[in-house]
Each structure stands twice: as C-alpha cells, then as structure tokens.
C-alpha cells in the first residue's frame, strides 16, 4: 500500500496525480466492502473523527459519517447551528477545545475559502476539507472523477463539461484539478456572467452555448445555481437561465450521441436540469453518491495511515 504524499485533504490543487490513483484504487477496495452483506472493517478503530459542519449538508455528512462508521471510528458530529459559535467564540477556539477531547482528524464544511489552510496551521489533528465557500469540496472532485472513470473505464482523454454556476461552485474547481491530473479534458460553460474572468489560465476550453458544450464532451456535469452566494443578480431570471442552459431530454436527443450526466446536487429540479434527464440512463448521480462512501473511507483511511 503506497502512502498520500500530503496529511491533510485541503484541496485537490496540492495533491498530485499518484496520490489520486492511490485514492481511487483503494477506493475500488472499500466500494467491494460496502457492497457486502458485512460492510464494516476495523481499519480505524481507535480513530475519533470530528465532523464540524458550519454550513448545511445533506450528501457529505452523511457520507462522510457512514465511511467513518464503515471504518469503525469513533464519530462526533457538531453544527454550528445550537453551538456556541453563536455565543461568539472563535473558529480555532471551537476546534481546539473539540480537540481537548481527544480527536485526530477533522472533518470541516465552512463558508469561508481557505478555513482549513488556516486551522491546518493551528492544530494538530489531520483535516479534511469537506467545501469551504467558493473555493473547493476536494471529495467532490475525487467522487465524480472516479464515478467517470467507473463509467467510461479511465479518465485519459475524456471530455468533460462542467455547466453553471462556475463562478461560486467549489465543485467546479476540485472537478477541474481532479479531472485534468487524471488525463481528462475540462471545459465550462454557462453565462458569461458566471464564469470566472482568466479561467483559461487553468487549462480549460470556455463555452457559452450550452448545445455546442454537450456536441463537445463525453459528459456534462451540470452545477446548480448558488443563489445563497450571490449578492447581485448575474442573469435576468431563473425561467430564462434555465431556458439557455437547462438540460432536458429533448436537448439530450437533438444529440448524435449518448452522453453521460452528471450533478453534485442538491438539484433543483426544472432549473438547471429536469427530472427526465436527472432519472434517466444517461444519469450517474446516484452512483455519485454510492461513490462518495467508497472514496471518503479510502480518503480517511490513507490519511490515518500517513
Ligand atoms: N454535493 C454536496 O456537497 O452536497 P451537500 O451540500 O448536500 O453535502
């Protein structure tokens, strides 16, 4: 078993592409035990994970807890809603006295980009970035470049569009490092509005039409809209946002080609994509999710193992 060349998860950005393979083929183990009728292994036993969630979650916490429990370790769960966080205490003030309890790895959602950074530099435990604000959410990006290379059988040369809210989506950029360190092609799309300014810098194609990105790629990833980031409107409506770039069957088979689907979620259904496509066979968002456990056990596993 190779090693993480890093201690913490913080993002994808300063992990390299071996770390990645070592990611997903331990993943591939853990997927076969979560798929058995016994799904638990003592891999960190006496291992106690805080997950400390300043931001709401439906899909990370709960995967991130059962890959923990999958693993036997010890799990507290703290929000920062009905914490004193609201009585005023600081970030490291809350994680260093959660720590005094004895925790070894962190868990961490926080609206602010580069929180972990920050508390890596303070304490000791392990952290794992699980989103913070418009930054990045690096289990995301390693989920859904796994869930591809599941589905199309490698990453290398693949074309993936990633549609929407670039501009405030965590998701975008960890897919981006994810997907270009694994050999994959990335392109945006979505409003001009929406799309950083200089994001070819990063190596990815921009497109503006949505039916000219989907002749393009293998497949889409399509974001949702982060209302909760925007303090200005960036388009004229979401009826209008999701007439030019909705993803719905009739626009999938105006296609001459099948191509895989993809959403992070939570989706909002009718917006950026409509259930027909979100249910369809050309969907993979609940394999995402399936995913999700296998490659946060392997992330916590090989982090303990550091
Ligand atoms: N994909 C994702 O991060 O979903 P949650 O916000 O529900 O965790």
């Known amino acids: ?21 070592l990611i997903f083929e331990t993943a591939d183990e853990f997927k076969t035990v979560i798929n058995r009728p016994i799904k638990k292994v003592p891999s960190l036993r006496d291992i106690t994970v805080a997950n400390i969630f300043f ?7 709960i995967s991130f807890e059962l890959a923990q429990k999958r693993l036997s370790a010890d799990v507290v769960n703290f929000s920062a809603s009905g914490s004193s966080v ?12 959660i720590l005094a309890m ?27 970035n699980a989103g913070d604000g ?30 929407g809210d670039i501009m405030h989506s965590r998701v975008a950029l960890s897919n981006i490092f994810a997907l270009q360190k694994t050999g994959a092609e990335v392109m945006v799309c979505g ?21 000219k ?5 293998d497949v889409a990833n399509m974001l949702r809209i982060q209302l909760e980031r925007q303090d200005i409107k960036y388009f004229p409506s979401l009826r209008e946002y999701s007439m030019l770039y909705g993803l719905d069957l009739n626009l999938l088979n105006r296609l001459d080609k099948k191509i895989t689907i993809m959403h992070p979620g939570p989706i909002n259904r009718g917006v950026e994509i409509t259930s027909d496509v979100a ?7 609940l394999d995402q999710v399936e995913n999700g456990v296998a490659i946060r056990m392997a992330v916590m596993y090989l982090l303990a193992n550091n």
Request: proline share 4%.
């Open 1 to 21: 078993m190779g090693q993480l060349t890093t201690r913490h998860l913080l993002g994808i950005k300063n992990i390299n592409s071996d770390d990645i393979g």
């Open 55 to 61: 931001e709401n979650s439906t899909r990370t916490r």
């Open 86 to 97: 609201s009585k005023g205490e600081t970030l490291i003030d809350t994680v260093r006295n």
């Open 102 to 128: 004895k925790v070894d790895m962190v868990v961490m959602r926080h609206p602010v980009p580069g929180a972990h950074i920050f508390l890596a530099k303070h304490i000791d435990a392990q952290i794992i």
């Open 134 to 163: 418009t930054h990045e959410h690096p289990t995301q990006g390693l989920l859904d470049a796994y869930s591809i290379r599941e589905k199309l059988g490698g990453l290398e040369g693949k074309k993936v569009v990633i549609v």
């Open 191 to 211: 409003p001009a509005t929406l799309i950083p300014k200089h994001i070819e810098s990063l190596g990815v194609k921009v497109e503006t039409n949505l039916l």
């Open 213 to 217: 990105a989907l002749n393009w790629c």
């Open 279 to 285: 249910d369809s066979e050309h969907s993979i968002i």
